[in-house]
């Protein structure tokens, strides 16, 4: 039996600061979050710094980009004023996600053959910086193929459908999707790019897609901060951690 290299996890934690933003308050601290993720076994810590700065904010940044031991992974839009904070910072990872202003979450992937001369020039800096850049799109091979073109490290793929099927019980097209999601996965990984994935993962969702063999990476954000309402943030991280080591081993 073959064994799956181990998937890690990286902690999105841009609902702490949601939480501490509702309030106007200093509290509860993004940072503390991410330094309790790495406690409980999380491999990176993911922040998204919005144009309207809605949850994470540029101090944020700049505390995790000098604080953390792990990796930061910077989520940002592809525009001239996150260009310059990530080249400021120089993060780890800095994955490029579609942004817009009315949309209450990330709501689908780039659409990176459409904009692969732009693309190509935003990241080429981000790269000679030394940042592993990463496109979050769908799992459509003629994506996958315009960011290997473009020269992305990683591609990051959007698993918010799959998620969504299964919990509206519409189990037969989750599968559906689950199976393009692998396809997209093998695609990506034949051309040389580093398979990651996420957005709208929980405990009942993550086994499937952690058994995919090319991923290296899981994103997961929102609901593990919710579930640490219930049984506090380190439990959740390291019970998600828990699930994905068993699907690995499943899967191997």
Do not use: W
Request: charged share 25%; aromatic share 4%.
């Amino acid at each position: 039996m073959t064994t799956l290299p181990r998937l890690r996890l990286g902690v999105n934690i841009d609902h702490v600061a949601t939480l501490r933003n509702a309030r106007g308050s200093n509290y509860p601290d993004p940072l503390r979050a991410a330094r309790l993720a790495e406690a409980a076994g999380a491999d990176g810590i993911t922040a998204h710094l919005r144009e309207d700065r809605r949850h994470i904010t540029d101090p944020d940044i700049a505390a995790l980009s000098a604080a953390l031991t792990v990796p930061l992974n910077f989520e940002m839009a592809a525009t001239a004023e996150m260009q310059a904070i990530a080249l400021r910072h120089r993060p780890h990872a800095v994955c490029i996600v579609p942004e817009k202003r009315e949309e209450r979450t990330t709501e689908g992937g780039l659409d990176v053959a459409a904009d692969e001369a732009r693309l190509a020039n935003f990241i080429a800096p981000l790269r000679d910086a030394g940042c592993r850049v990463s496109l979050f799109i769908g799992h459509e091979p003629r994506q996958i193929r315009a960011a290997a073109r473009i020269k992305a490290a990683v591609v990051e793929l959007h698993t918010g459908a799959y998620c969504d099927l299964h919990h509206a019980g519409r189990l037969a097209e989750r599968d559906t999707e689950r199976a393009a999601l692998a396809r997209g996965a093998t695609l990506a990984h034949s051309l040389g790019l580093e398979v990651h994935a996420g957005h709208g993962l929980t405990f009942d969702t993550v086994a499937p897609i952690a058994a995919l063999p090319e991923l290296r990476e899981l994103n997961i954000g929102h609901f593990l901060i919710g579930e640490a309402i219930f049984v506090g943030l380190k439990p959740a991280i390291a019970h998600m951690r828990q699930l994905m080591d068993a699907a690995r081993t499943k899967a191997g």
